[in-house]
């Protein structure tokens, strides 16, 4: 729930298709590059490329914070879990 709250993410993102990385110059607010965004749903103006997002704490505390293993036994199984750091399905 934290993870959503922090970079305004859904669900379903958080838990399987999200990737988050450090952007590579430094922007005017604390952000982080995001990949894996659903419901575009062909929308003029929307984008399966990486791209900047704002969040409300130290992005390096929310990536430390992704790739921490769940504590619900259910979510570790969750599939995406091997291969989210990537950030795509392998």
Request: charged share 20%; glycine share 4%; net charge positive.
């Amino acid at each position: 729930m934290a993870l959503m709250a922090l970079t305004g993410r859904r669900p379903a993102e958080i838990f399987f298709s999200a990737s988050f990385s450090l952007p590579e110059k430094k922007l005017p607010f604390p952000a982080l590059i995001f990949e894996g965004q659903l419901k575009t749903r062909q929308a003029p103006g929307t984008s399966f490329a990486p791209y900047p997002i704002p969040v409300l704490t130290a992005p390096k505390r929310i990536l430390a914070a992704f790739e921490r293993p769940p504590l619900h036994p259910y979510l570790s199984r969750c599939p995406a879990r091997s291969y989210r750091h990537q950030g795509r399905p392998q």
